[in-house]
């Protein structure tokens, strides 16, 4: 059975820092791609960014760039989202997913999904 569980989520003022974690089990981590994704309540969930099987290759939105930084430990089997310089629009429930092959921004390509974790940035 895949698990994705996710885990720091938060409350912090702008400015500040969270790390979201994701720990995966049931498949082989180091054959998946990884990729973060966030949506506020009424509004489609959007891509943060996607990180490759090895960890070696990043890809982030514009509004996210210089910010974020994604991560991916596949001896952990655990994959981060590091936050930086976090802004009240970065406010959402932020959800990992994996899948096999090439890391994709599409959310349909995902087929494995985390439960989401809130994350709060007061102003």
């Known amino acids: 059975q895949v698990q994705l569980v996710e885990s720091g989520g938060g409350l912090v003022q702008a400015g500040g820092s969270l790390r979201v974690s994701c720990e995966v089990s049931?498949?082989?981590?180091?054959?998946?791609?990884m990729a973060w994704f966030r949506q506020v309540p009424g509004k489609e969930r959007e891509v943060v960014g996607t990180?490759?099987?090895?960890?070696?290759?990043?890809d982030y939105i514009d509004s996210v760039k210089g910010r974020f930084t994604i991560s991916k430990d596949n001896n952990r089997n655990m994959g981060t989202l590091q936050m930086n310089s976090l802004k009240p629009e970065d406010t959402a429930v932020y959800y990992c997913?994996?899948?096999?092959?090439?890391?994709?921004?599409?959310?349909?390509?995902?087929?494995?999904w985390g439960q989401g974790t809130q994350v709060t940035v007061s102003s």
């Open positions: 997913a994996a899948r096999a092959g090439a890391p994709k921004r599409e959310i349909s390509e995902y087929v494995f």
């Open positions: 049931g498949l082989l981590f180091s054959n998946y791609a």
């Open positions: 990180v490759n099987w090895s960890g070696a290759n990043t």
